[in-house]
């Protein structure tokens, strides 16, 4: 059973980064997308980015393109996200997801992790 576990979260003032981590353990994640989700007040899961395990073209929402940036480390079997220049409204909970599914919502994924904290204080 494949486990993901985040990391990397914490408060930060707004501009400035965060890189989260998603590390893979239990199975072969070959042939999944990973996914990044949030959770913010609204309690809905909000896509932000996302990338074939394998490798390949990448993903984001309008919301992170351009400040966010998803990558994978084969060989430590991890995920990354890099947020930069933060804004308050990216105050949420961030979840690392996989999926075999060509889909990407949260319906769609096989496994999840737990999540981490970010917050962005103004």
């Known amino acids: 059973q494949v486990q993901l576990v985040e990391s990397g979260g914490g408060l930060v003032q707004a501009g400035g980064s965060l890189r989260l981590s998603c590390v893979a353990s239990?199975?072969?994640?070959?042939?999944?997308?990973m996914v990044w989700f949030r959770q913010g007040p609204t309690q809905e899961y909000e896509f932000v980015a996302s990338?074939?395990?394998?490798?390949?073209?990448?993903v984001y929402a309008d919301s992170v393109k351009g400040r966010f940036t998803i990558s994978r480390d084969i060989n430590k079997h991890t995920v990354y996200l890099q947020m930069n220049s933060l804004k308050p409204e990216d105050t949420a909970v961030y979840y690392c997801a996989a999926t075999t599914r060509v889909d990407r919502k949260p319906t769609d994924m096989h496994y999840w992790g737990k999540g981490t904290l970010v917050t962005v204080s103004s």
């Open positions: 990338m074939p395990y394998s490798g390949g073209s990448t």
């Open positions: 239990g199975g072969l994640l070959w042939g999944h997308t």
